[in-house]
């Protein structure tokens, strides 16, 4: 376990993570250093597994001078009480507030072991959350607790949290600008800080990691939302998923995304069946990535019936009508990163 950080090493923390090696969770979680007083709390580049406890997504941590803001926090209440003492390891200061990007549940549940502070959400997530909140909680049974576990692994809101305007937000000494984009599930906060350059785009981002689609409005309005991001000077960008990058995994999101559009819409056009698609070669700057069949296919069962319904229609009405760019609506999937 490799942790990292920019302030004197705290032994604790490596007693703990020692411990961690041979006996139950909770642990501290692996920590790397963005900038001073900011961490990167990186998730595992794996669907939800008894294994990783819900730690699959990032969880940033910013010392703010009067107390610790959180962005996202992990999936489960195992990961929100390591990360509990993560943060107890780095700095005295209480956790404060927490902003979660979007309502997606490996962001969302680790919120629990943080009672005393500020839940931050965008209305629009929260409304989402609150919809899908008990699936999910029946999913992360499923898929978290081990065999015969009576113990839920998190619990529901019970409680709105504070919803969040766009806007300049002050917390401590940190100023951040928040954004409200929609393209990975709706409605997905961005934070930037712009005396640190420093941009946490939420699932707005993944990097080394294939993006997941199940919440998406239209893929056409993803790469929108990221030409935005691509005007923002940027030294540091924490991703959703995968590890601390800068700028170029904007592109890099963009040019997957692209590429399954036009995978779904090329396939559409040829008749070909849902299965003939997904025998589809990735491109070789995504081959390697981690889940990227794996999001294909979700991606594809919840896009290509929209893609098919277009191809038909515009065969049958628009011998050689003219192109738009994009798909139709589609379903939302049950779960998703
Ligand atoms: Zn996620
Ligand atoms: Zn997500």
């Not at 904007?250 to 396939?267: G, H, I, P, V």
């Amino acid at each position: 376990m490799a942790i990292y950080s920019s302030k004197p090493f705290k032994p604790a923390l490596l007693l703990a993570a020692l411990l961690a090696a041979c006996s139950a969770p909770p642990a501290p979680l692996a920590v790397q250093a963005i900038d001073a007083d900011t961490w990167l709390v990186q998730g595992a580049a794996e669907e939800f597994s008894p294994d990783n406890r819900g730690h699959i997504s990032n969880i940033t941590i910013v010392n703010t001078g009067a107390g610790v803001l959180l962005v996202d926090s992990g999936g489960s209440e195992a990961v929100g009480t390591a990360l509990a003492e993560t943060v107890a390891a780095l700095t005295d200061e209480p956790v404060r507030w927490i902003v979660l990007t979007h309502h997606h549940p490996d962001h969302v549940f680790g919120a629990h072991a943080f009672p005393q502070a500020d839940t931050l959400m965008l209305a629009g997530a929260w409304r989402d959350l609150q919809r899908y909140q008990h699936h999910y909680l029946d999913t992360l049974a499923t898929r978290l607790a081990p065999e015969g576990s009576s113990q839920p692994p998190a619990q529901p809101f019970e409680q709105p949290p504070r919803l969040l305007a766009p806007g300049r937000h002050r917390f401590g000494d940190r100023e951040f600008e928040l954004l409200e984009l929609h393209g990975h599930s709706g409605a997905d906060a961005v934070l930037y800080e712009p005396a640190r350059e420093l941009l946490i785009t939420g699932d707005m981002v993944f990097w080394q990691r294939a993006p997941a689609t199940a919440h998406t409005p239209s893929l056409a309005a993803w790469i929108q939302d990221l030409d935005q991001l691509a005007t923002l000077p940027v030294r540091h960008l924490v991703p959703g998923h995968g590890p601390l990058t800068d700028a170029r995994a904007l592109a890099a999101n963009q040019r997957w995304l692209r590429w399954l559009d036009q995978l779904l819409k090329q396939s559409a056009e040829n008749g070909l069946s849902t299965n003939e698609m997904l025998d589809h070669d990735l491109p070789a700057e995504f081959a390697d990535w981690p889940l990227a069949r794996y999001e294909l296919t979700r991606s594809a069962s919840h896009f290509y019936p929209a893609y098919e319904e277009r191809a038909f229609a515009d065969s049958a009405m628009a011998p050689k009508g003219e192109k738009d760019g994009t798909e139709g609506e589609k379903t939302p999937a049950p779960t998703g990163p």
